[in-house]
């Protein structure tokens, strides 16, 4: 079986004037269909920055970074959109909600960029149905901005997994979260890449998380020092 996507040799330096800071430095990994991992270490160890290449919201300074077997430096910037819309979904570190448009609108994002664009009727009754999954169906038509911490993280998720993404990058999900919403929130998680068969990779502080996943990648001053299955 060909891995969905593979990290060969791959390096991000960031330049401000004349500061380089080595985010990533020399990573190589590979990812299978239907993995779960937790992407582990101290802050500014590099884990966002590579959430982002994985995600093609950046690109890497050197190495090659191939999605289903195609090297993603040789894609116009509209192929790599169309690739990200299509196959990911993101949980951002913030949610990154919109708060003046309701939790509907705000979930409704992601279909606006899709090519498949489902009709109104049809498009209500998937946000309904994944909102009632989320336990947040009452909540469709209220302002984003007016919700409780561990309901933004739920519609952060809802928007996340509308389109049916193959893979799902979710930076320190949940971060903001007490210890019960933080499990019902990873099992909900883990319910939809089962479903789905799609991939989850967690940038995560939190070890009960990571523990839940099916792999571990750490990582320490941007390289990657461990990479193992969890028993
Ligand atoms: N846009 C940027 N410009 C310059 N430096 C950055 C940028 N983003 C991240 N960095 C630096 O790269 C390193 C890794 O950051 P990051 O990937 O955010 O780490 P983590 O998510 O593990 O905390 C840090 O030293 C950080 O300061
Ligand atoms: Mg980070």
Same mark, same amino acid.
């Not at 523990?211 to 028993?231: C, P, Q």
């Given at each position: 079986?060909?891995?969905?996507?593979?990290?060969?040799?791959?390096?991000?330096?960031?330049?401000?004037?004349?500061?380089?800071?080595?985010?990533?430095?020399?990573?190589?990994?590979?990812?299978n269909e239907g993995e779960?991992?937790?992407?582990?270490?101290?802050? @500014?160890?590099?884990?966002?920055?590579? =959430?982002?290449? /994985? *995600?093609?919201? +950046?690109?890497?300074? %050197?190495?090659?970074?191939?999605?289903?077997?195609?090297?993603?430096?040789?894609?116009?910037?509209?192929?790599?959109?169309?690739?990200?819309?299509?196959?990911?979904?993101?949980?951002?570190?913030?949610?990154?909600?919109?708060?003046?448009?309701?939790?509907?609108?705000?979930?409704?994002?992601?279909?606006?960029?899709?090519?498949?664009?489902?009709?109104?009727?049809?498009? @209500?009754?998937?946000?309904?149905?994944? =909102?009632?999954? /989320? *336990?947040?169906? +009452?909540?469709?038509? %209220?302002?984003?901005?007016?919700?409780?911490?561990?309901?933004?993280?739920?519609?952060?998720?809802?928007?996340?997994?509308?389109?049916?993404?193959?893979?799902?990058?979710?930076?320190?999900?949940?971060?903001?979260?007490?210890?019960?919403?933080?499990?019902e929130m990873i099992e909900?998680?883990?319910?939809?890449?089962?479903?789905?068969?799609?991939?989850?990779?967690?940038?995560?502080?939190?070890s009960a998380v990571a523990?839940?996943?099916?792999?571990?990648?750490?990582?320490?001053?941007?390289?990657?020092?461990?990479?193992?299955?969890?028993?």
């Open positions: 079986m060909e891995p969905v996507l593979t990290v060969e040799n791959v390096s991000k330096t960031y330049t401000k004037g004349k500061t380089r800071t080595e985010a990533l430095k020399k990573v190589s990994f590979s990812v779960t991992i937790a992407v582990i270490g101290e802050s @500014g160890a590099g884990k966002s920055t590579l =959430l982002n290449l /994985l *995600g093609l919201i +950046d690109e890497p300074s %050197e190495g090659t970074y191939s999605v289903r077997g195609k090297d993603t430096s040789l894609m116009s910037d509209k192929d790599k959109a169309l690739l990200r819309n299509k196959e990911f979904g993101f949980i951002l570190q913030e949610y990154g909600l919109v708060d003046y448009l309701t939790v509907e609108e705000n979930i409704s994002i992601p279909l606006e960029y899709s090519d498949e664009k489902p009709d109104r009727k049809k498009r @209500g009754k998937r946000i309904q149905s994944i =909102l009632e999954t /989320l *336990g947040i169906k +009452d909540k469709m038509k %209220e302002q984003a901005g007016m919700l409780s911490g561990g309901q933004r993280q739920r519609v952060a998720i809802a928007r996340a997994l509308i389109n049916n993404p193959g893979i799902v990058l979710a930076d320190e999900p949940t971060s903001a979260l007490d210890e019960k919403t933080k499990s909900m998680l883990l319910r939809f890449q089962k479903e789905s068969g799609s991939m989850l990779i967690v940038v995560t502080h939190d523990e839940r996943m099916g792999r571990t990648l750490r990582f320490e001053n941007g390289t990657l020092t461990e990479d193992v299955k969890n028993a």
